[in-house]
């Protein structure tokens, strides 16, 4: 009884085939489908506004250090200013490899080759790098995620509404246009809204994994830089 009464429902003229109408007539289950894809598409804006954010502010504050950094003044007050306390990725690897510069130099008596001490610098600046870049990448597991299992999800819900739109229809034994259509639209809701959330997913996720692994290149080849230069002044001293 209760299917034809639904089925009853589906056919009747009043039926809205607009996305507020159609979320409102689907079954329970579609439902929840509809609401946790449109939850996760939400989440997954909010992931992209902030990794741009973030890049750009990297990028920006790396561009400045860099100024400063190769302006020619001392590494030694430029390590007091920003290195001590850097507030972005690139200052974080120059006051590591800094730190870790000025702690070797300050052993007493102990003999350090060249060789050892460029290898502790490099290692400091290769575990700050990795360190940064694990921060910056941060949800982007959860994109790529989204990215593959929505479209799924979207299709389960279709799937269930499919069952139990044609359950309903085989208790009014009637196949007309009019009362399948209505079922079919609500169930094929579910998986327009996992493309929705997997698209953009997809998308960001190529072009931010991209950003990111070009920043993480600047890091390195920064590195590679400072490493060359720390090595220099420690054969001066020696």
Known sequence: MDQAVNATQMAAPGSSLSLWGLFLQSDI??????????????????IIFEKITSLRRANRDANAFEDRFWSGGSLDELYDHDGQKPDNPMAAVFGAAMGEWRRTARIAGADISQTAVRERVDRAMNVTIQREMDRMERWMIFLASIGATAPFIGLFGTVWGIMHSFSAIAAMHN?????????IAEALFATAIGLVAAIPAVLAYNAIGTDLARFASRLEGFATEFSAI????TEERA
């Open 29 to 46: 289950v579609v439902k929840l489908v509809i609401l946790c894809l449109l939850l996760a598409s939400i989440w997954v804006w909010a």
């Open 175 to 183: 196949t007309n246009l009019a009362v399948v259509a209505p079922g």
């Open 230 to 233: 720390l090595s220099r002044q």
